[in-house]
Structures are given as structure tokens and as C-alpha cells.
């Protein structure tokens, strides 16, 4: 019996020495360490300067950074995941990368990770692994095309400002109409976190910093300011799908024989469902024919002696036809959406007057753009969640009727 006693006290030593010893060479020296979450297990702090033999490199960090480990144990507790993030301030998140060769089998993206192995104890071993995460960002989409455009652009640009991988497993009309490549139709979205925005078009800081776990964003995300930063890739997801192209060129390659040397302005008139009283209630604001009277002055204004052709779609033509007498005016036919929008977005400039559509139509052209200033009303509900610079690029021209 005292033998037995003797053995079980040396192999407790034995134990929490090797346990003591695991966590004194997990670290990061000028640092403090967070663990924060033990997955299905509760709660599993663990604070303190601590050495990197483990990492077999140390981390460049300063005293600005914080450290965030995250570990995660197998079913056996033999394994160790440490998910570790630092971020020198509030807006500057990143994932550190740490060495490793294997995959975190309970990521639901099988994210890329790193691990190092070392025997903690001569009497038992356990491979522990650093894995820096990618942490991933996705959507939900709202509305028609133009709404869509918006959801999806935030999302990528939000994504890319703090590190993340944007990814969609839906694409709504976006993949009937462009070449988008961040999808994938298998991840599994169920257990990440909803972060919602508080306004439809107003510029929310918490969006450019979330936590750094894998996040659901939601809203209508009306904002260019948060992806302006990652423009050229949105031009390059916004490629329209050769049939759609093909017909554009063709329409524009027909305008452009007939009006050699003419500078072509596409113009959008957007009205339908605008001109009902529950969306003018709301705060919905229809451009008039004195608008687009103005807009067309101050485009020859800004393109003097050029010869200028106002390319018009609508999806009310007839008003167009009634209301929008100029003779350098040629109407398109009725089309469906995605031919309207890749003609539009091919001219020079453009005039637009209210909605995402005309919107997209203009950021895509790149070129000048006058827009219709009253498209939400002061004073209204929708007013209040809606900010003019925050919704419009200021270097867009904006004119009242």
C-alpha cells in the first residue's frame, strides 16, 4: 500500500510539473496573455509575461499589442489548439502566423493552421499545436440587384480592412449577373455571431472592428466608405457574365457608329415603385423633368465643346418619352435589368436620378456623376437613418429639381 501511495504522489508531481512547464513556455515575452474560451469546457483564464520556446520564435510584439489566445481541447485532452490574434489598436486587428503543419479539424471552414510539436513530460506527451486562424467574414442578401451590389461590396470591403476572408454561400441575382468568385455554396454559417448595422446609410465605425471571431454582418450597408479602400477588386467582382457583356457591347458598339466622336452619357430614370405614397411617406424622393433639365446643362457645363449624347433607360419609359425633351436624347428600348445596367455602366459619364441601381450604374462607369440630391426627403423615417456624404462620394455632383 505504501508503495502504491508512493507512486501515485510522484506521478501528481510529475503531472503538474509537466502542466506548469507547458504554460511557462507558451509565450510572449513584453506581452500579456488572454485565454480566453475553452470550447464546450467553460471559462479557462490564464494572465502573465511567459517565454516562446514552444513557437521556437519569439513574436514581434510591443507594448501597444494585445494578445488574445484562444484554446480549444480534443475530446481526449491530448490536444491543444491555441487560435492566437493581436491588434495594436482598435482598428488594426491581425492573426498572427505561427509555424505548423496541420489543420484544425473542428474549424467549420477548415481554416489553415500551423502546430509544433514537443514532449511536455518523459512519462506522457501531448501535441499541442499554434495555429493562427483566418477568421472569416459573410453576408445576407436584401432586396434587388442594386441592394445586393451594396450588401456584397461592404461585405468584401469590410472583410479586407481587418484581415478577414469574405464569403458568401449565396449569391443571389449578383451570380446571374457578375463573375463573382467569393463563393462557396458548402460553409457552414450556424454557430458564427450576428453583427447588424443600426443604419441603412450611415458610416458605423463598429463595422471596421469587429471581434475576432467569424461574423454574419447584416444590413443594407449603403455606405461607400466601407469599401472605397478595395475598389479594384469590387470593379474586378462586378465583371459582368459574357451573354449580358456581349449584349451591351453590341448595343453601344451600334450607338457609337452612328455618333462618331460623341462623348455618351448614360442617364438612369428611376421611378416604379418610387412614385407610390407608402414610399413617399417613407421618405422616397422622384426626380421631376426640371432635374434632369438642370443635370443635362451642367453636364455640356462640364464637357464644353464635346458633342454629347444622353443615352436615357427607365423602367418607366413612357414618362420618360413625355417628360425629357432634348434632341440629343436617344431612349433604350426595354430590356431586362442586367442589359440596362451593363449599357449604362459602359457610357462615359452618367446622370442618375434616385436608388441603388442608378447608384451601381455610376460607380461602375467611374466617371462624372450628377445624381438627384433630394432622394430621401428631410424630415422623413428614412431620413433619420440616412447621411448624403455618407451614401454619395463627394466628388459625385448633386442637384435639386
Same mark, same amino acid.
Given at each position: 500500500?505504501?508503495?502504491? %501511495?508512493?507512486?501515485?504522489?510522484?506521478?501528481?508531481?510529475?503531472?503538474?510539473?509537466?502542466?506548469?512547464?507547458?504554460?511557462?513556455?507558451?509565450?510572449?515575452?513584453?506581452?500579456?496573455?488572454?485565454?480566453?474560451?475553452?470550447?464546450?469546457?467553460?471559462?479557462?483564464?490564464?494572465?502573465?509575461?511567459?517565454?516562446?520556446?514552444?513557437?521556437?520564435?519569439?513574436?514581434?510584439?510591443?507594448?501597444?499589442?494585445?494578445?488574445?489566445?484562444?484554446?480549444?481541447?480534443?475530446?481526449?485532452?491530448?490536444?491543444?489548439?491555441?487560435?492566437?490574434?493581436?491588434?495594436?489598436?482598435?482598428?488594426?486587428?491581425?492573426?498572427?502566423?505561427?509555424?505548423?503543419?496541420?489543420?484544425?479539424?473542428?474549424?467549420?471552414?477548415?481554416?489553415?493552421?500551423?502546430?509544433?510539436?514537443?514532449?511536455?513530460?518523459?512519462?506522457?506527451?501531448?501535441?499541442?499545436?499554434?495555429?493562427?486562424?483566418?477568421?472569416?467574414?459573410?453576408?445576407?442578401?436584401?432586396?434587388?440587384?442594386?441592394?445586393?451590389?451594396?450588401?456584397?461590396?461592404?461585405?468584401?470591403?469590410?472583410?479586407?480592412?481587418?484581415?478577414?476572408?469574405?464569403?458568401?454561400?449565396?449569391?443571389?441575382?449578383?451570380?446571374?449577373?457578375?463573375?463573382?468568385?467569393?463563393?462557396?455554396?458548402?460553409?457552414?454559417?450556424?454557430?458564427?455571431?450576428?453583427?447588424?448595422?443600426?443604419?441603412?446609410?450611415?458610416?458605423?465605425?463598429?463595422?471596421?472592428?469587429?471581434?475576432?471571431?467569424?461574423?454574419?454582418?447584416?444590413?443594407?450597408?449603403?455606405?461607400?466608405? %466601407?469599401?472605397?479602400?478595395?475598389?479594384?477588386?469590387?470593379?474586378?467582382?462586378?465583371?459582368?457574365?459574357?451573354? $449580358?457583356?456581349?449584349?451591351?457591347?453590341?448595343?453601344?458598339?451600334?450607338?457609337? #457608329?452612328?455618333?462618331?466622336?460623341?462623348?455618351?452619357?448614360?442617364?438612369?430614370?428611376?421611378?416604379?415603385?418610387?412614385?407610390?405614397?407608402?414610399?413617399?411617406?417613407?421618405?422616397?424622393?422622384?426626380?421631376?423633368?426640371?432635374?434632369?433639365?438642370?443635370?443635362?446643362?451642367?453636364?455640356? #457645363?462640364?464637357?464644353?465643346?464635346?458633342?454629347?449624347?444622353?443615352?436615357?433607360?427607365?423602367?418607366?419609359?413612357?414618362?420618360? $418619352?413625355?417628360?425629357?425633351?432634348?434632341?440629343?436624347?436617344?431612349?433604350?428600348?426595354?430590356?431586362?435589368?442586367?442589359?440596362?445596367?451593363?449599357?449604362?455602366? #459602359?457610357?462615359?459619364?452618367? $446622370?442618375?436620378?434616385?436608388?441603388?441601381?442608378?447608384?451601381? $450604374?455610376?460607380?461602375?462607369?467611374?466617371?462624372?456623376?450628377?445624381?438627384?440630391?433630394?432622394?430621401?426627403?428631410?424630415?422623413?423615417?428614412?431620413?433619420?437613418?440616412?447621411?448624403?456624404?455618407?451614401?454619395?462620394?463627394?466628388?459625385?455632383?448633386?442637384?435639386?429639381?
Amino acid at each position: 500500500m505504501r508503495k502504491c %501511495y508512493f507512486f501515485f504522489v510522484c506521478g501528481c508531481v510529475i503531472v503538474n510539473l509537466g502542466v506548469y512547464q507547458f504554460f511557462q513556455d507558451l509565450s510572449v515575452t513584453d506581452g500579456q496573455t488572454d485565454i480566453l474560451h475553452k470550447p464546450n469546457n467553460g471559462f479557462f483564464p490564464l494572465r502573465g509575461p511567459l517565454k516562446t520556446p514552444l513557437l521556437n520564435e519569439k513574436l514581434q510584439l510591443s507594448k501597444s499589442h494585445v494578445v488574445k489566445f484562444m484554446l480549444s481541447f480534443d475530446s481526449n485532452n491530448t490536444q491543444i489548439d491555441l487560435h492566437v490574434y493581436a491588434n495594436s489598436s482598435a482598428n488594426n486587428e491581425r492573426a498572427l502566423t505561427l509555424p505548423s503543419s496541420t489543420q484544425n479539424p473542428n474549424n467549420s471552414l477548415a481554416n489553415e493552421s500551423s502546430s509544433s510539436t514537443r514532449t511536455t513530460t518523459a512519462q506522457q506527451s501531448a501535441t499541442s499545436r499554434a495555429i493562427a486562424t483566418k477568421l472569416y467574414l459573410t453576408t445576407w442578401f436584401m432586396g434587388r440587384l442594386g441592394n445586393q451590389m451594396f450588401i456584397y461590396a461592404s461585405m468584401v470591403g469590410l472583410a479586407r480592412a481587418q484581415n478577414r476572408v469574405p464569403v458568401i454561400n449565396s449569391g443571389g441575382d449578383l451570380v446571374n449577373t457578375f463573375q463573382i468568385t467569393n463563393l462557396n455554396e458548402n460553409i457552414n454559417t450556424n454557430r458564427w455571431k450576428w453583427v447588424s448595422e443600426s443604419a441603412f446609410a450611415i458610416f458605423e465605425s463598429k463595422l471596421m472592428n469587429l471581434p475576432p471571431i467569424n461574423i454574419i454582418v447584416t444590413g443594407y450597408l449603403q455606405c461607400w466608405r %466601407y469599401f472605397q479602400h478595395a475598389q479594384d477588386e469590387i470593379r474586378r467582382e462586378f465583371t459582368f457574365v459574357p451573354s $449580358i457583356q456581349k449584349e451591351a457591347d453590341a448595343v453601344l458598339a451600334s450607338c457609337r #457608329s452612328k455618333l462618331q466622336n460623341h462623348v455618351i452619357v448614360g442617364v438612369h430614370v428611376r421611378r416604379g415603385d418610387l412614385v407610390l405614397s407608402r414610399n413617399k411617406r417613407l421618405g422616397y424622393g422622384v426626380a421631376k423633368a426640371s432635374y434632369f433639365v438642370k443635370a443635362f446643362a451642367k453636364m455640356r #457645363s462640364l464637357l464644353p465643346n464635346q458633342n454629347i449624347t444622353f443615352l436615357v433607360a427607365s423602367d418607366d419609359l413612357t414618362w420618360c $418619352i413625355d417628360n425629357i425633351n432634348d434632341t440629343s436624347v436617344t431612349f433604350l428600348p426595354k430590356m431586362d435589368a442586367g442589359s440596362h445596367f451593363a449599357i449604362l455602366s #459602359s457610357c462615359d459619364h452618367v $446622370i442618375l436620378s434616385s436608388g441603388t441601381f442608378g447608384w451601381w $450604374i455610376a460607380w461602375l462607369a467611374n466617371g462624372t456623376t450628377i445624381y438627384y440630391k433630394d432622394h430621401i426627403r428631410k424630415n422623413t423615417p428614412l431620413y433619420f437613418t440616412y447621411k448624403d456624404s455618407d451614401y454619395y462620394p463627394p466628388w459625385w455632383i448633386g442637384l435639386r429639381n
